[in-house]
């Protein structure tokens, strides 16, 4: 039997095939039971440009929810326009687009990320 994981993990792939075509960097998320992460890799997927997460030393966020979820978002777009990056291709590595994933891709096309 395939297990939750093996199946995101699938998902995730045949998704990351197609955006590695796209030749732009990408916006990955995941998300633990207790912490969100968000990190921008170069378009190769080999380098980390800009990360945030919530479980940084400054800032540290006790609860995973949707106002978290929020800040990540604003907190990752800030970083990539400091760093030069406008425009990403969002990977949701296998998560349905819903809740706290789909918090974090619309706080950060608020914040100016366009995808």
Excluded: C
């Amino acid at each position: 039997m395939i297990s939750k994981l093996d199946s995101r993990l699938r998902r995730a792939a045949k998704t990351r095939i197609r955006i590695s075509q796209q030749d732009k960097p990408r916006l990955s998320v995941f998300k633990s039971s207790q912490n969100m992460y968000a990190q921008i890799f170069d378009p190769a997927g080999s380098t980390v440009l800009v990360s945030a997460s919530t479980n940084e030393k400054e800032n540290k966020m006790t609860a995973n929810n949707l106002i978290s979820a929020k800040a990540i978002g604003q907190k990752i777009a800030e970083r990539a326009i400091e760093a030069g990056i406008k425009k990403v291709v969002f990977d949701r590595s296998g998560y349905k687009y819903h809740g706290r994933i789909k918090a974090i891709a619309e706080s950060a096309r608020e914040a100016g990320l366009e995808f």
